[in-house]
């Protein structure tokens, strides 16, 4: 199985940052990166990156979907309209749209249904807070997380694919150490297990403060198969030498 590196570009960007980022990721000769590559871009850019990335090994993801279909929902994009633009990931579920927009663990396992009825990929992010490590909740609060888009999606999850992020690591500079993340990745993969037997199909990335330096030991563990990228997606630098780290 391929490994997965996406970048979350979170709300950063211009259309002349975003040309030069791109170009800097492809001159790079995309074709010989030996794993799959995504960024996941802020939506008024999707047509920008759409036209950059043709023809490249480059894939496109959105950071959101809709729960619904269509309709008065003034502001929301729904899965129909992101496959229009060549979408073939959209995170699910991410900490800060929990955090900031309550999304339930109901919204997100019906936002991962969405995408899916879409044909795009959606990467379904859980994980715990620091309060939550620290009182040894962490096992029960990811358990719970997947266990909603489970029980919505039992019989194509072995579509999705998983990013476990630990909330206090993501954009802190704190990163679980390789035993921690593969600890908790091996719980995910146990719990994919029992819900299908295509769950070895499905990609667990590990996200939170993932950068050049520490990916090679994070993705030397056996149960993580990729990362979801946040500040180091955003230097072409940085991020190529992640993608070398997963070859």
């Not at 211009?14 to 010989?32: F, T």
């Not at 909603?148 to 206090?168: D, F, T």
Request: charged share 15%; net charge negative; with cysteine.
């Amino acid at each position: 199985m391929k490994k997965l590196i996406a970048g979350n570009w979170k709300m950063n960007g211009s259309l002349a940052a975003n040309a030069a980022l791109v170009q800097g990721l492809l001159a790079d000769g995309d074709q010989a990166w030996g794993c799959d590559v995504a960024v996941c871009v802020p939506a008024p850019y999707l047509a920008q990156l759409q036209s950059l990335t043709q023809g490249s090994a480059l894939a496109l993801g959105a950071q959101d979907v809709s729960a619904q279909e269509s309709g008065a929902f003034t502001g929301e994009s729904s899965a129909g309209m992101l496959k229009d633009f060549g979408v073939r990931y959209c995170l699910v579920g991410h900490s800060e749209r929990r955090q900031y927009h309550q999304e339930s663990d109901t919204v997100v396992a019906t936002k991962a249904q969405r995408a899916l009825a879409a044909g795009i990929t959606p990467i379904v992010c859980v994980g715990e807070t620091l309060a939550e490590r620290e009182a040894g909740d962490t096992e029960a609060v990811i358990k719970r997380q997947l266990a909603a888009v489970v029980h919505l999606n039992g019989h194509c999850i072995s579509e999705i694919v998983l990013a476990y992020e630990p909330v206090w690591a993501i954009g802190t500079g704190k990163t679980a150490s390789p035993e921690q993340a593969q600890a908790v990745h091996l719980v995910l993969r146990q719990q994919l297990q029992a819900a299908s037997a295509r769950a070895d199909r499905v990609r667990i990335l590990y996200g939170g403060s993932m950068n050049a330096g520490n990916a090679a030991s994070l993705l030397a563990q056996p149960d993580i198969d990729g990362g979801l990228i946040g500040g180091a997606s955003l230097k072409a630098a940085d991020f190529l030498s992640i993608i070398r780290a997963a070859q």
